[in-house]
């Protein structure tokens, strides 16, 4: 038989947990083709979420509470449940049923179909905030720009089901910044969707605000990419052409100057010119030498990064 584990974070969700049982064997009780396994992950909860897990796992063995030690936060906690999860497919998801248990169902099907990973992707975000929906629409956009060859999907968070050879290969990944969600599609495989409405979280509060956010995001980008360092590249080249084009004007003008052709800009407006000229130059060679740096650091952070220049899918003789 096959085994399944989810893998789920818990934050303080004393009010969310046994909700949030009740609902996962609802959906489970029928997938009697499947073996579960349920990682709970406890983040350091300063609430009684530990006792209540304790309490759940008394009726159902199949629960392993992995205890962490403080709390580190959503991305470590995955992680963590993620590093002893023995399943042949791994789901992780959410405890506060905003990522919908229903769809488990869906991502197994996809599965045995021979997909090695179906994304749960959040067709609407109807009770999400402006703020929320907007910054979210502007980082998957941002990143999907921004990552090259690897495309970081629209919508995905952490809802998705991996085979187990797409985890051994996640859990391979050298790197310390661990970001789920552009993890899995760095290391690629058969991919495909299955869409859902993410509804509300109905008890106890989110834990994100918008500096985990920004940090979420800045994680994801840099850690995808360091495409971004190339920025520095682009703009010491525009500095380089107005520089250019600004050096060759004021050349004009000094020989106009010198020959009595032209001599309305005056000395004193020639001057000021060259002391403009020579400050921007000063900048393109600053900008330069930071520009450098930059694509030696990019270098260096794939090397740091250790991910593996690729990995084979299957060799077909
Ligand atoms: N979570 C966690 N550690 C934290 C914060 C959150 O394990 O430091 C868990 C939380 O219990 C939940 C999941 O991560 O299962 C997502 O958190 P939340 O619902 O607060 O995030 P949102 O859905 O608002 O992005
Ligand atoms: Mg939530």
Redesign the pocket.
Known sequence: MKLVSIV??????EP?APHFFSKLYEVLEPLKQYQFEIVA?N??SKDKTLDILKGIQKEHKEIRIVNLSR????EP??AAGLSVAKGDAIIPM???L?DPPEVIPLLLEKWEEGYDVVNARRKQRKKDSFMKKTTAQLFYKFIHKHSGKVKVPQDV?HYRLVSRRVLDEVLKLGEITRVFRVEVPFVGFKTTFVDYARPE?EFG????NYKSMLDLASDSITSTSPNLLRFILKLTVALVCLNALNGVSLLTFAILHWTNAFRGIGEFGLWMWLIIFVLVLMTTIIMGSLSLMAEYQSKMMKEVQHRPFFIIDEIIE
């Not at 789920?8 to 969700?13: A, K, L, Q, S």
């Not at 509060?205 to 994100?208: F, L, M, V």
Request: avoid cysteine.
């Open positions: 789920v974070p818990f934050y303080n969700e969310m992950v983040d350091g709390n580190f936060g959503h906690a995955v959410d405890a506060d905003q968070g979280r509060e989110t834990h994100y």
